[in-house]
């Protein structure tokens, strides 16, 4: 399951995340996405979610959103 398939005000736990652009993940990782992490889905969109890791809101794209496993 991907975070495009979440609920929305649910909370979830990331199991990984297949990227292979080493800048994206370190971007995520400086985000608090990683493997391990909770994250919650604020709301779905057509164009992506808007989510909740940690203290911050952040709108993620569809494509990343599909990259995510919850």
Avoid: P, W
């Amino acid at each position: 399951m991907t975070l495009q398939d979440a609920e929305n005000g649910r909370e979830y736990v990331i199991k990984g995340i297949a990227t292979k652009d080493e800048e994206l993940n370190s971007f995520l990782f400086s985000l608090g996405c990683y493997e391990g992490e909770s994250v919650t889905v604020i709301i779905k969109r057509k164009s992506g979610c808007v989510i909740a890791i940690k203290d911050g809101r952040y709108h993620i794209d569809r494509a990343l959103a599909e990259a995510i496993a919850i």
